[in-house]
C-alpha cells in the first residue's frame, strides 16, 4: 500500500491487497461524495446536479441507507428467483434470433449488449423500444474519454426520458420496479420525484453497461477455455462456481473505487489521514496470491472464488448482485448448450478492448459455429 499521482492531480492512497481492499470498504471513517474538497477523482465529473438527489451510491450514512433500503428487497435472491423465466426466454430468444441472422455473428451487438437491456427495461419498466437511446448514452456516460458536456447532455437525456415515464407511471403503473416505487414511496411521499429520477438514471446505466461487459468478457474466457465451455454444456449445475470464478478474475471495474478519508484510519498498518484519498483496487484484490492461489490462472473448481469482490464490499456493494449472477449464469449456460460450435473468428488477443471505459469490455467479438 502506498501512494499514487491521480491523473487530475493530487495524490491518493492505493489498496492493492485483499485485506487492505475489504477494511476499507467496511470502515465508516471513509466517504463516497466524489464532490468533497479532495476527493480522489478518478474519471472527469460533470457539473454537480443539484437534482440528482437519488445517486446513493455517492452518498454516506443515513442519506445512503435511506435511498438503498428502498431498492434491497426488490433485489433480494428470491425475488430474482421469480423472474428467472423472463431472463431464460430473455436469453433464448436472443440466441435463436443470433442463430438466424448467421453466421458470423458480432456477440457483443446480438447477444451481450442485448440481453441486460431488455431484462433491466422489464425490470424497470422502461418500454424496450427505447433501449437503443439509453445503451448509446450510458455508454458515453461510462466512457472516460467523454468530456463533462458530453456526459452532461447525456445525463439530461436520460432524465427527460425518465422523468416523462415517471410521470406516466402516476395514472398508469404496471408491475414494474419504477411503478412499485411511484406508488409505495413517491405518492406516500417517502421518496421525492427527483429522487426517483436520478436513483432509475443509476440503476438503468449501472444495471445494463456491466452485465453487458461481463456477459462479453465471460464470453471470451470461455473461448479461450472451451473445456469449461464443454463441462457447461453437460452439467449446468457447474455455472454458479464458474460465474463467480469469472467475477473474480476478470473485475470489470478496472478503475477501482475511490474514498475520501474523514478521519484518521488505520489501514493494514498505514495511518491514512483524515482529508486524504485513497482508491481500492478491486481487480488487484481479485489476484492476491494471500487470498487465491496462482491468481493468474482461471480456474472454474476454485473453492475460494466466491471471496472475489467484483461487487465491492461493505454498504456500498451493489445492489443488483443477486440479477447480475442470474443474467450472467443463464447466458453463459444456455450459450454453451445451444452453440456446441462456437469458435472466435479473430485471434483472441486482437479483440478490441475498451480500455477508456469505466467498466472494462470488448468492443466486438466476431464468432462462427
Known amino acids: 500500500m502506498g501512494k499514487v499521482r491521480l491523473p487530475f492531480g493530487g495524490w491518493a492512497w492505493l489498496a492493492t491487497r485483499h485485506a487492505q ?3 476499507l470498504l467496511r470502515h465508516p471513517g471513509f466517504s463516497s461524495d466524489q464532490y468533497r474538497p479532495g476527493f480522489p477523482v478518478l474519471n472527469p465529473l460533470p457539473p454537480q446536479q443539484e437534482d440528482a438527489t437519488g445517486l446513493f451510491i455517492f452518498m454516506d450514512g443515513e442519506a445512503h441507507s435511506r ?10 435472491i428470491k425475488n430474482i428467483r421469480r423472474i428467472e423465466p423472463l431472463i431464460e426466454e430473455t436469453v433464448v430468444d436472443t440466441l435463436e434470433r443470433m442463430r438466424a441472422g448467421g453466421p458470423p455473428a458480432d456477440l457483443m451487438s446480438d447477444f451481450a449488449l442485448p440481453v441486460p437491456s431488455m431484462t433491466i427495461s422489464h425490470l424497470l419498466g422502461v418500454p424496450y423500444s427505447d433501449h437503443e437511446f439509453f445503451q448509446e448514452h450510458s455508454r458515453a456516460i461510462m466512457d472516460r474519454n467523454s468530456g463533462p458536456a458530453e456526459v452532461q447532455a447525456a445525463l439530461g437525456a436520460l432524465s427527460q426520458l425518465l422523468g ?3 410521470r406516466h407511471k402516476r395514472t398508469s403503473p404496471g408491475d414494474d420496479l419504477l411503478s412499485r416505487l411511484v406508488a409505495d414511496r413517491v405518492v406516500p411521499g417517502e421518496l421525492r420525484e427527483d429522487e426517483l429520477l436520478s436513483m432509475a438514471q443509476l440503476l438503468l446505466v449501472a444495471g445494463h453497461e456491466t452485465t ?3 456477459i462479453g468478457l465471460s464470453a471470451l474466457a470461455l473461448l479461450e477455455h472451451p473445456e469449461t465451455l464443454d463441462a457447461l454444456r453437460k452439467d449446468p449445475a457447474l455455472a454458479p462456481n464458474v460465474v463467480e470464478e469469472l467475477l473474480r478474475y476478470l473485475t470489470v471495474v478496472r478503475t477501482g473505487l475511490p474514498r475520501l478519508a474523514m478521519e484518521d484510519v488505520e489501514i493494514d498498518g498505514h495511518l491514512i489521514r483524515a482529508g486524504e484519498g485513497v482508491v481500492a483496487m478491486l481487480s488487484l484484490a481479485n489476484r492476491d496470491a494471500l487470498t487465491f492461489p496462482d491468481p493468474e490462472v482461471f480456474d472454474p473448481a476454485r473453492q475460494e472464488a466466491h471471496r472475489h469482490m467484483a461487487f465491492g464490499f461493505g454498504l456500498h456493494q451493489c445492489v443488483g448482485q443477486p440479477l447480475a449472477r442470474a443474467e450472467l449464469r443463464i447466458a453463459l449456460v444456455e450459450l454453451a448448450r445451444r452453440f456446441p460450435g462456437l469458435r472466435s473468428l479473430t485471434t483472441l488477443a486482437d479483440v478490441p478492448k475498451r480500455h477508456m471505459a469505466v467498466t472494462f469490455g470488448i468492443g466486438e467479438l466476431p464468432v462462427t459455429w
Do not use: C, D, P
Request: glycine fraction near 0%.
Open 164 to 166: 416523462e415515464l415517471i
Open 21 to 23: 481492499v475489504k477494511q
Open 212 to 214: 453487458a461487459n461481463m
Open 67 to 76: 435511498l438503498r433500503r428502498m431498492l434491497t428487497a426488490e433485489f433480494m
